[in-house]
Nanobody, 121 residues
């Protein structure tokens, strides 16, 4: 089970940190990722991190978002800075058993509920 939290309302240029805690059979999880879905749009990849700490970011996230992982707590974080109105979306945490970082949402095995981020301009 994946539990995402930390969403909220923030002004443009502000910061927000999302968290996603995994519980249950966490030994099956390797890569954890963040996706987001804006109103009327498809769910898109944001960032992912492997168990060993390798990271991959979408172009829209590079330089502004930082993903980190606390393996002892089975928790990942997405620190978001310099937020823009176009970052407004529901952010979803996902995980996959494979160690390969991939941006295709269909390749993720587990999904959490979303946490809503609203950036006001």
């Amino acid at each position: 089970q994946l539990q995402a939290s930390g969403g909220g309302l923030v002004q443009a240029g502000g910061s927000l940190t999302l968290s996603c805690a995994a519980s249950g059979r966490t030994f099956r999880i390797n890569v954890m990722g963040w996706f987001r879905q804006a109103p009327g749009k498809e769910r898109e990849f944001v960032a992912a991190i492997s168990l060993s700490g390798d990271k991959y970011y979408a172009d829209s996230a590079k330089g502004r978002f930082t993903m980190s992982r606390d393996n002892a707590r089975n928790t990942v974080y997405l620190q978001m800075k310099s937020l823009k109105a176009e970052d407004t979306a529901i952010y979803y945490c996902a995980a996959r058993r494979s160690s390969v970082i991939i941006r295709t949402r269909q390749e993720y095995d587990y999904w959490g509920q979303g946490t809503e981020v609203t950036v006001s301009s």
